[in-house]
């Protein structure tokens, strides 16, 4: 149930949102998740509650609390999708044996599903905040071919799920204009990541274009994958979907916090306009393109590395291994590829958004950095096992009673 859930959220909010180049997709599916995972480990038991005091009735049934906490949530955020949301909820109750274990999973469900919403409420989501520097070297503007200004600036200081502040993993500043590290950036971007004459191998192009679409759709296919290869229970289950997509959220609030408070040119900027930026072993090429259109936000730090690196770390911990096994579909390539270990993940993302022309390499590593301290934290603080008496051990214990 907590799988055809995330399919149905992904789709949702897939849909709601179409091809829109931010990461404001992660925070949907955080909110979905941490409901349903308090919905089922509120009945099933063994993991720390997020942020209530509830625990569930006893001999209700999980499912039916996390399908109707799933729907309650998406229905509160997305209410043009009602009549099939509506659809979807009636086959999940259909399939549950009638009677007072599904009433009172529902029931409950309804209330996990309220008590998100409630937390939610005055979190910062689609406000105006603007961004304000001028125009100079090294500061961002809109890029070409659209032109489009600074995308969903509000995830720069939308509460987060599980941090405690949107600054808390914000990165030192990126290397100086000046500097060799930011000269060295440029030029393999310059060759590595153009649209016409690079120096990419046929591998290192399908790489990129991999990683080009729905990062937030990718990870909830081979996470609910995942889930079903090693079967895991509906407790286990709901508290991997809530580690990494509650992790995603606060990777992506992270992000957007750097990329607004340091508003660093893109790479197409970058390379076209080399000539301003002081630095005499950077050379202007006013032609330049990327392989992959640039996306309307900052480059430093980059979010697909940064949201990367927070799931690959949640998956890890939740499993306790460092090995990921994830199987990751691509949309854009028709492909799916194989990742046995965390490292291996971070590294052909980082390499993607360089070899695609969008990013830096050092607002790629970086943002891999910040995100796996932000999973890291994440765990340490959340989703922990719990003793029989429901007590939790150490900081663990005190994020849960918040």
């Known amino acids: 149930m907590v799988r055809e859930w995330n399919a149905i959220a992904t789709d949702t909010i897939k849909t709601s949102l179409g091809p829109r180049p931010s ?13 349903v995972y308090n919905a089922v480990v509120g009945i099933e038991g063994g993991y720390a509650l ?55 999973g529902v029931d409950y469900g309804k209330r996990a599903a309220a008590r998100i919403i409630e937390l939610r409420e005055g979190d910062g989501r689609f ?83 991999f990683f080009s679409g729905n990062l937030v759709a990718q990870v909830q296919t081979a ?14 289950t709901a508290r991997l979907f809530a580690a990494v997509n509650a992790s995603a959220t606060d990777a992506v609030v992270t992000a957007w916090d750097a990329k607004l408070h340091y508003g660093s040119w893109r790479p197409i900027t970058a390379i076209r306009l080399a000539d301003t930026d002081g630095n005499p072993a950077t050379t202007a090429d006013p032609a330049w393109e990327p392989l992959l259109l640039t996306p309307p936000h900052p480059d430093y730090i980059a979010g697909h590395t940064t949201v990367t690196a927070a799931v690959a770390r949640a998956v890890t911990g939740v ?47 970086v943002g891999c950095r910040a995100g796996t301290h932000v999973a890291a934290w994440a765990l340490d603080h959340y989703f922990q096992p719990v003793a029989k008496d429901r007590s939790v051990a150490g900081s663990a214990g005190r994020a849960a009673e918040r």
């Open 319 to 365: 499993l306790g291994t460092s090995h990921i096994d994830l199987y990751v579909p691509s949309e854009v390539t028709g492909n799916t590829r194989f990742y046995a270990s965390a490292d291996e993940l971070n590294r052909d993302v980082v390499d993607a958004r360089v070899w695609g022309g969008l990013h830096s390499r050092t607002a790629d590593v």
């Open 50 to 104: 997020y942020k209530w005091h509830e625990p569930g009735p006893a001999k209700a049934s999980s499912a039916a609390a996390a399908a109707t906490a799933a729907h309650d949530v998406l229905l509160t955020y997305f209410p043009a999708f009602k009549e099939r949301l509506d659809t979807a909820y009636a086959d999940s109750l259909a399939a549950l044996p009638a009677g007072q274990a599904r009433d009172r």
């Open 223 to 236: 996470v609910r994958d995942l889930a079903a290869r090693h079967r895991l229970g509906i407790a286990e």
């Open 127 to 209: 406000a105006d905040v603007p961004f304000t520097a001028s125009p100079a070297p090294g500061v961002w503007r809109p890029t070409p071919p659209a032109f489009q200004p600074f995308i969903d600036t509000w995830l720069a200081r939308l509460r987060p799920l599980l941090l405690a502040s949107p600054q808390q993993f914000r990165p030192g500043e990126p290397p100086a204009l000046s500097s060799a590290a930011y000269a060295e950036d440029v030029q393999e971007l310059k060759v590595m990541g153009a649209k016409t004459g690079s120096g990419r191998s046929a591998q290192q192009t399908e790489t990129a274009l």
């Open 23 to 35: 990461g404001q997709a992660a925070i949907w599916e955080g909110f979905v998740s941490v409901a």
